[in-house]
T-cell receptor
Framework: QQQVKQSPQSLIVQKGGISIINCAYE??????FPWYQQFPGKGPALLIA?????SEKKEGRFTISFNKSAKQFSLHIMDSQPGDSATYFC??????????FGGGTRLMVKP | EAGVVQSPRYKIIEKKQPVAFWCNPI?????LYWYLQNLGQGPELLIR????????DSQLPKDRFSAERLKGVDSTLKIQPAELGDSAVYLC???????????FGPGTRLTVT
């Protein structure tokens, strides 16, 4: 059962543009929603995270928007840079700190 | 501070052979995770340790996979015998006590031929 669905699978954005990645979850027991960034040959690294009692969280160029009633959340990358080119994973966490990851989005930012 | 260390980084074996992966978590991190990441997909949890105790191994295929974390520090994940479908990246992550953030190692890329 895929509990976290992520889209799109791949995304190409021009430098300076906005990258938007969407996720939908099914498990209402999730209490924390992190986004991870993964570069080739590296493990995922935490980028930004949000709790379900907050509708938006912003850190620098990265913003999470969260819609609890729709069970959806999204990552917005403002002023996208070539260095942002990576694979991004959303996830949901349950009370046991167990993460369920989405399928990933491969982002390419063109100079 | 050194990150999560995994070895080997790459491993190529023939099917039916055994293979073992090693993970050394960040010093002081009491929780350790092993994940499986298939190409183009998100990581999937295999097993979670709290200190030396496996507290969740429900996703570990116990007929061929085994893991141990003696002394609650480093950990070994073993596959015996390996199958073609086991080709993937095996990630290790750790979390310090009282925190929720998981710190991932670079992974071991296994190719079974």
């Amino acid at each position: 059962q895929q509990q976290v669905k992520q889209s799109p699978q791949s995304l190409i954005v021009q430098k300076g543009g906005i990258s938007i990645i969407n996720c939908a979850y099914e498990n209402t027991a999730f209490d924390y929603f992190p986004w991870y960034q993964q570069f080739p040959g590296k493990g995922p690294a935490l980028l930004i995270a949000i709790r379900p009692d907050v509708s938006e969280k912003k850190e620098g160029r990265f913003t999470i928007s969260f819609n609890k009633s729709a069970k959806q959340f999204s990552l917005h990358i403002m002023d996208s840079q070539p260095g942002d080119s990576a694979t991004y994973f959303c996830a949901g966490r349950n009370a046991g700190n167990m993460l369920t990851f989405g399928g990933g989005t491969r982002l390419m930012v063109k100079p | 501070e050194a990150g999560v260390v995994q070895s080997p980084r790459y491993k190529i074996i023939e099917k039916k052979q055994p293979v073992a992966f090693w993970c050394n978590p960040i010093s002081g991190h009491n929780t350790l995770y092993w994940y499986l990441q298939n190409l183009g997909q998100g990581p999937e949890l295999l097993i979670r340790y709290e200190n030396e105790e496996a507290v969740d191994d429900s996703q570990l295929p116990k007929d061929r996979f085994s893991a141990e974390r003696l002394k609650g520090v480093d950990s070994t994940l073993k596959i015996q015998p390996a199958e073609l479908g086991d080709s993937a990246v095996y990630l290790c992550a750790s979390t310090p006590r009282g925190s929720h953030e998981q710190y991932f190692g670079p992974g071991t890329r296994l190719t079974v031929t």
